[in-house]
């Protein structure tokens, strides 16, 4: 099983960014704990992260036909992106939407979510132990 794991717009500022919301983990140790995970469960895994709406769209479609699942966390493009949207609908890869924050606890603007219509799972609130839910989401998802 392939796994794509994509962040969008600001999570590479893991760390620095806002931590008493999103923590003291950098993005680079979010990456190494999901890799470390995923070869604990003996999946192929790779780890994305783009500021930028169309390449989101782009990797997005690049993952048809090579990946099994994605996991994604679409960062601010979560509560705008009609676009990431209909890429997740057009490739109709298995998608588990993922927030490190609590979004449905945060300002009401957060609470809107175009990506989970096309994701079966959303997972908010957990940290970025999040990504890891979601890994195990998909996997149990592929073996039903
Ligand atoms: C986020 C929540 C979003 O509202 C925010 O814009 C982010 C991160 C989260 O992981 O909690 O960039 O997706």
Redesign the pocket.
């Known amino acids: 099983m392939n796994i794509l794991v994509i962040n ?4 590479n500022m893991l760390g620095i960014r806002e931590p008493d919301i ?1 923590g003291k983990e950098t993005y680079n140790s979010l990456v190494e704990k999901i890799e470390n995970y995923a070869n604990e469960k003996n999946i192929g895994i790779k780890c994305y992260q783009s500021n930028h709406e169309g390449d989101l769209v782009d990797v997005i479609q690049f993952a048809y036909g090579l990946y099994d699942g994605i996991v994604i ?4 493009y ?2 705008t992106s009609i676009a990431i949207l209909d890429a997740l609908k057009a490739v109709s890869i298995p998608a588990v939407e993922v ?3 609590d ?1 449905d606890s ?1 300002e009401e603007f ?1 609470k809107i979510s175009y990506v989970r219509q096309a994701c079966f799972e959303t997972i908010s609130g957990k940290g970025t132990d999040g990504y890891l839910l979601a890994i195990d989401a998909l996997i149990k998802k592929a073996t039903e």
């Not at 969008?8 to 999570?11: E, Q, S, T, V």
């Not at 966390?73 to 601010?76: I, R």
């Open positions: 969008g717009p600001n999570l999103y966390n679409p960062g601010a979560t509560h927030h490190i924050s979004v945060r957060r």
